[in-house]
Nanobody, 125 residues
Framework: VQLQASGGGLVQAGGSLRLSCEAS????????VGWFRQAPGKGREFVAA????????YYGDSVKGRFTTTRDDAKKSVYLQMNSLKPEDTAVYYC???????????????????WGQGTQVTVSS
């Protein structure tokens, strides 16, 4: 499966952005999709994940209560709604997917087989 992340941009602190991750190839509805981000000079950080059963979502501590991930399998897309953005949310955001990942690995980069190219999010103060 190929992933394409989009929707990044420049926003003021307190604002919102919605990222999209669109898949092509493969049967998307049996993949877990994760979101990660990487700020300049830092490692990749887990942001969120959504299971095949889309009612189950997981979030990194730094984004809980502000970010929400959803999926639309008919459109082969997963979304990351980001509200109350802070300057420290500035990073390149990536989506990733795996059909075989286990729950305990959702926050780990190594659990995902497929990665999108990343989209830049910049939050100004």
């Amino acid at each position: 499966v190929q992933l394409q992340a989009s929707g990044g941009g420049l926003v003021q602190a307190g604002g919102s952005l919605r990222l999209s991750c669109e898949a092509s190839g493969g049967t998307f509805n049996n993949y877990v999709v994760g979101w990660f981000r990487q700020a300049p000079g830092k490692g990749r950080e887990f942001v969120a994940a959504i299971r095949v059963n889309y009612r189950y979502t997981y979030y990194g501590d730094s984004v809980k209560g502000r970010f929400t991930t959803t999926r639309d399998d008919a459109k082969k897309s997963v979304y990351l709604q980001m509200n109350s953005l802070k300057p420290e949310d500035t990073a390149v955001y990536y989506c990733a997917a795996s059909r075989t990942i286990i729950v305990s690995s959702y926050a780990s980069e190594s659990g995902y087989n497929y990665w999108g190219q990343g989209t830049q999010v910049t939050v100004s103060s």
